[in-house]
């Protein structure tokens, strides 16, 4: 899991530092792995369980310049809800 949240966040990266494709010794604009378009689907299947195993927020993804439709498609959501059986503790309908 790690891994896979790891390599997509270089990849993000990589593109926003990336310069046109042809240039800086990279002909053909593509590192071998770091393809964030295909490391995608990957990361939307693995980012809700890992961001909440480290407590990562939506917005601290956001700042590493994961788009807020791919956190929407993985299930990564802004706003805190408390389970069911808290607000029936807490007395909220």
């Known amino acids: 899991?790690?891994?896979?949240?790891?390599r997509y966040l270089l990849a993000l990266e990589r593109d926003e530092h990336q310069?046109?494709?042809g240039f800086a010794g990279d002909p053909a604009g593509v590192v071998p792995?770091?393809?964030?378009?295909?490391?995608?689907?990957?990361?939307?299947?693995v980012a809700a369980e890992f961001g909440r195993r480290h407590r990562i927020a939506h917005g601290t993804w956001l700042e590493a310049k994961v788009s807020a439709e791919v956190l929407e498609a993985a299930g990564v959501t802004s706003a805190l809800v408390a389970p069911m059986s808290q607000m029936a503790l807490q007395g909220l309908p």
């Open 33 to 45: 792995g770091l393809d964030s378009a295909a490391l995608e689907p990957a990361f939307i299947r």
């Open 19 to 21: 310069p046109v494709a």
């Open 1 to 6: 899991m790690r891994g896979i949240v790891n």
